[in-house]
């Protein structure tokens, strides 16, 4: 019942973000003068409805998702029948009766319309403040740590034990702070005011470009100290001062060592004492500060910076997935009930931490989302927004309007292939629940 619960709160998310989507063609139609029929919240058999001047608001029975039905079916019935070549008489207000250049805006409106929601949600989540870890913000080039992080990224400017003070007029809280500013600058070279030794200097961080990644090349150093514990062996304040014998100071000293059992030696208040881990399994959390925060970049420019990273790995996903690359894709891919579930369980597991974690969690969920949506409606299928689009560039480029006969088998295929395109979608939830 708990997970019936979850699919329908998440089934109802994704439905609000798809009626948005329509709620953009609709808006896009009014202001090209082309009239709408029916705007829908929700499908199937209709609830009720509210009446305006040119257009019938309705609720419909199945509240997952919605549709924007414009005037013109008339027009394309005619002209069918007399099986013109055109449709050059139209109704008033008829969708076939504007420009290529009208009808291209009023497609591309609900990907628009999604990509706006999605900047607009993450940068409100940017500025929701939680309780956040922080720690200070005492750094490590990773290459002093090979044995961890397994990489040759360098930054030579950078010496073990440095802080960061700050970039520019940015004056860092804490390494979660500087990691944030350091991610939305990625790419950039990062000019940064650090402390070495007592004293302050200017140094860049310079980015490194490894198979598509950007990477600095830096880690936060973290004392060694326990926070919270599941095991009655540790409380918190202990601090590791030895590994089978190696000295210990911060935390990455101890993920170096590569044994999944080995020697601890604690110092709590002055006494040392053995521990043993065994299969590599800490029984408890390094100790760290919290803070009330938000994000700490401007909302509106993080808004768009995920929003782009969203998409870029939306796009990333999609091609994977229709150039037959399944592991990449299913490694980032889910059906669409399986995605409701999580986004109804992720939201409800945050909103029973805070009021705060759940609407963030939930406005993060829906961005992707609302991404996703935007990204797949992109696609050149003659019924997704992307088809409709390139017809009318077609149509704009050319001069010539496509005969009603091509637009309707342009349809039907574009059916077809939007189907097949489900039923691969919904093989993932086939999978996910059967399979693994």
């Known amino acids: 019942m708990l997970k019936l619960l979850y699919l329908i709160l998440g089934?109802?998310?994704?439905?609000?973000?798809?009626?948005?989507?329509?709620?953009?063609?609709?808006?896009a139609a009014r202001l090209m003068h082309v009239d709408v029929e029916v705007l829908s919240y929700g499908m199937g058999p209709r609830l009720f409805s509210i009446y305006g001047r040119?257009?019938?608001?309705?609720?419909s029975l199945i509240p997952f998702g919605g549709y924007c039905r414009m005037k013109g079916s008339l027009d394309l019935m005619k002209a069918l029948k007399d099986d013109s070549k055109s449709m050059e008489k139209t109704e008033e207000?008829?969708?076939?009766?504007t420009t290529p250049f009208s009808r291209f805006l009023i497609y591309l409106s609900g990907p628009l319309m999604n990509f706006l929601l999605a900047i607009v949600m993450l940068a409100?989540?940017?500025?929701?403040?939680?309780?956040?870890?922080?720690?200070p913000a005492i750094i490590t080039p990773i290459s002093e740590y090979p044995e961890v992080f397994n990489s040759n990224v360098e930054q030579p400017s950078v010496e073990k034990g440095d802080k960061l003070i700050a970039s520019g007029d940015y004056v860092f809280a804490d390494w979660q702070d500087a990691e944030d500013f350091i991610s939305s600058h990625s790419g950039e070279d990062i000019p940064v005011t650090i402390e070495r030794d007592g004293r302050?200097?200017?140094?860049?961080?310079?980015?490194?470009?490894?198979?598509?990644?950007?990477l600095y090349g830096i880690s936060n150093l973290q004392k060694a100290i326990v926070g919270r514990s599941l095991s009655e062996s540790f409380k918190e304040d202990d601090r590791i001062v030895k590994a089978d014998g190696k000295k210990i100071e911060y935390t990455l000293d101890l993920y170096s060592i590569d044994k999944d059992s080995f020697s601890l030696?604690?110092?709590?208040?002055?006494?040392?004492?053995?521990?043993e881990i065994t299969e590599g399994s800490l029984p408890f959390a390094w100790k760290s500060s919290i803070r009330k925060s938000a994000e700490s970049v401007n909302p509106l420019a993080y808004g768009v910076k995920r929003t782009s990273d969203l998409a870029g790995a939306a796009l990333s996903a999609l091609g994977a997935f229709i150039t037959f690359h399944l592991e990449d894709a299913l490694a980032v891919m889910t059906g669409p009930v399986k995605a409701a579930e999580s986004i109804g369980g992720i939201t409800a597991l945050a909103f029973s931490e805070s009021g705060a974690?759940?609407?963030?969690?939930l406005l993060l969920l829906l961005a992707i989302v609302s991404v996703s949506i935007a990204v797949g409606n992109l696609l050149p299928i003659p019924t997704f927004d992307g088809g409709q689009m390139l017809i009318n560039i077609a149509e704009m480029i050319s001069g010539k309007a496509l005969s009603p006969r091509s637009y309707v088998i342009l349809q039907i295929a574009g059916m077809i292939a939007a189907l097949i395109i489900m039923a691969a979608m919904y093989s993932l939830d086939i999978k996910?629940?059967?399979f693994s």
């Open 54 to 59: 040119k257009t019938e608001y309705r609720l």
């Open 11 to 27: 089934l109802l998310g994704i439905g609000l973000i798809i009626f948005l989507h329509e709620l953009g063609h609709f808006i």
């Open 93 to 97: 207000g008829s969708y076939f009766g």
């Open 357 to 361: 974690s759940g609407i963030r969690a």
């Open 200 to 214: 302050t200097m200017e140094i860049v961080l310079h980015p490194s470009f490894i198979d598509g990644n950007c």
């Open 265 to 275: 030696t604690i110092d709590r208040n002055g006494t040392l004492l053995e521990r």
């Open 432 to 434: 996910a629940y059967f």
């Open 124 to 135: 409100v989540l940017a500025i929701i403040p939680v309780d956040r870890l922080s720690d």
